[in-house]
């Protein structure tokens, strides 16, 4: 299942490879206040930039009203979301547990399911981090009335080796 934590406890599980380290480092620069990518996405229009990143990964800053979103699993990426100024909530669950609405797409790196109401909510606010595998059908909805600043980096599968 999905893992939720603060950014900084989840430290010691990036401690495993260089890329890991790699995204840590990235991830945790978006909450330096004094860092040029956390002014950026302070500075940033809603909507959504993508930026390029090294080892095969990407990066989406989204500047935005949560709205009721759509379940959605990938196969090729992981999702790494960062919530860096506001809150919202994730919605998620096993898409073993789901009706497909869209079968998956390999171009769009994405399937879809009908919503459920067995899901689980996780209230995330700035400063926590969401993974979500390649099983966990996941969406955001709104927490508050407020525009969120956040970032989703997209994982190569194969650079992700979790070990308990």
């Known amino acids: 299942m ?6 900084t406890s989840l430290e010691s599980l990036f401690r495993k490879t260089l890329e890991l380290e790699f995204l840590y480092t990235y991830l945790q620069s978006l909450l330096e206040k004094t860092h040029i990518h956390h002014q950026n996405l302070i500075q940033q229009e ?4 993508r ?3 090294d080892h095969g990964m990407h990066a989406m800053t989204i500047v935005y ?6 379940l959605e699993t990938h196969r090729k990426y992981l999702d790494f979301l960062l919530v860096v100024q506001g809150s ?7 898409r073993g547990d789901l009706r497909v609405q869209n079968p998956y797409d390999a171009k769009q790196d994405q399937e879809t399911y009908a919503d459920d109401p067995n899901l ?10 969401g993974i979500f595998l390649d099983y966990d059908a ?14 989703v ?11 308990l």
């Open 46 to 49: 809603i909507g959504s930039v």
């Open 88 to 94: 919202e909530l994730v919605v998620f669950g096993d």
């Open 51 to 53: 930026h390029e990143l």
């Open 65 to 70: 009203r949560p709205t009721e979103g759509v």
């Open 153 to 163: 980096v997209k994982v190569p599968q194969e650079l992700i080796k979790l070990k």
């Open 120 to 129: 689980s909510e996780v209230c995330m606010h700035a400063g926590m981090l």
């Open 138 to 151: 996941h969406t955001t909805r709104s927490h508050h009335a407020q525009i969120v600043r956040k970032v």
């Open 2 to 7: 999905a893992i939720f934590g603060k950014l």
